[in-house]
């Protein structure tokens, strides 16, 4: 059976695999959160009405001042994007008949983006018989001659968090090589802005960081993500971009979004309960996982052979998970979910403990 490489959009995945959805699915294959948006969006709906009426600001305003601020970087040093999916297609024009590393098994999108732009790839290959982690040793090797490397950290689709020492020794590796380093933190604050890259972007300009305002703030329909780097190099990556292309709405609501500190906490202390949770239980049935800091994780059958069959099983109960035919190394043999609502994880749980009974 061939399968949709995308998490997302399950009533896709359920015609393409010629299984009638039952009413009630819950989506394991996309990593944004269960708890909705904060709540100042619904009370500030009907205001949003105005915002349509006029154009919006070329720069993403007042969305751009609002994460410069919160990041405490300049505002010129920020590009706004019709999500990170609109950055990574500026990223693969900037690298156009260039070649550029790409860590596997990694976010479908990197190689898309990257072929449509006729980009060389070169691949470093993670497995589990390393615990799935990037060395310097791997990669030292890897970028040379090359114009960039990605890095997305903590990883999709494991969800491995590279600390900051490793990090910088990478971007200085990538310096002296003259190669950018495109880091991918999409996932970052579901562990903290602790762990970020942004605070050493100025002794690193060859250093890109990407952000999407998706996962955290539960708005992947609005679509705002964006770069951070030096000043030129954002007016060189803007310059692809379509006029007005962020919309009024997400401008405002993004801006917004990054006031809402307890809100985030919460999400954090849920998603890493969750994870915990779905650790030891997959320790207790004999399932690999991935040693993952963020809100999804990967876990692998004791019979991986079964996976298939296992798949086809979940998504009949209405529970999708994100296969990983099209992740390089992990070849269907894994499976990613993301962590939703304490009830949904139970349920989860129950469904692959009732099977593992009879496989
Ligand atoms: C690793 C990674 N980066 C970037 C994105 C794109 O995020 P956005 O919704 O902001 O376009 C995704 C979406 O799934 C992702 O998994």
């Known amino acids: 059976m061939v399968l949709p490489n995308h998490g997302a959009n399950p009533l896709h995945l359920y015609k393409q695999a010629g299984i009638t959805p039952p009413e009630q699915i819950v989506d394991f294959s996309e990593n944004v959160h269960p ?65 550029v590393v790409l860590i596997e098994p990694a976010f479908s999108e990197y190689r898309q983006t990257l072929e449509s732009e006729n980009v060389q790839i070169r ?42 020492d490793t990090l910088k020794k990478i971007a200085q590796a990538c310096l002296n090589q003259n190669c950018e380093l495109v880091l991918d933190e999409a996932f970052i604050d579901f562990i903290g802005e602790q762990v970020s890259f942004m605070p050493f972007l100025q002794e690193f300009p060859n250093v890109i960081i990407v952000r999407s305002m998706t996962k955290m703030y539960a708005i992947p329909g609005l679509r705002l993500g964006y770069a951070v780097s030096q000043t030129e190099t954002i007016d060189q990556l803007k310059q692809g971009a379509a006029h007005w292309n962020v919309n009024a709405l997400s401008a405002a609501i993004g801006a917004d979004c990054l006031k809402a500190a307890s809100y985030r906490l919460k999400v954090i202390g849920a998603a890493s309960a969750e994870r915990q949770k779905m650790q030891q239980f997959f320790s207790r049935n004999h399932c690999r996982t991935t040693d993952s800091a963020a809100n999804f994780l990967s876990f692998q059958l004791p019979d991986p052979y079964d996976s298939q069959a296992f798949f086809v099983e979940l998504l009949k109960k209405g529970m999708v998970l994100r296969h990983t035919e099209s992740f390089r190394g992990m070849d269907g043999k894994w499976f990613r979910i993301g962590m939703k609502s304490t009830e949904n994880m139970e349920k989860l749980r129950e469904a692959i403990a009732a099977w593992l009974e009879v496989n």
């Open 35 to 99: 708890f909705g948006p904060p709540a100042f969006l619904a009370e500030q709906w009907p205001k949003m009405l105005e915002r349509v009426g006029t154009y919006p600001d070329p720069q993403g305003e007042p969305f751009r001042t609002a994460a410069a601020k919160f990041h405490q970087v300049k505002v010129d040093q920020l590009a706004i994007g019709n999500g990170a999916a609109e950055i990574f297609t500026w990223l693969a024009r900037r690298y156009r008949n260039q070649q």
């Open 123 to 164: 691949v470093i290959q993670l497995g589990p018989e390393n615990g799935w982690k990037l060395t310097l040793e791997k990669l030292q090797p890897a970028i040379v001659g090359c114009t960039a490397l990605y890095i997305c950290n903590p990883q999709n689709p494991t969800g491995i968090l590279l600390d900051l």
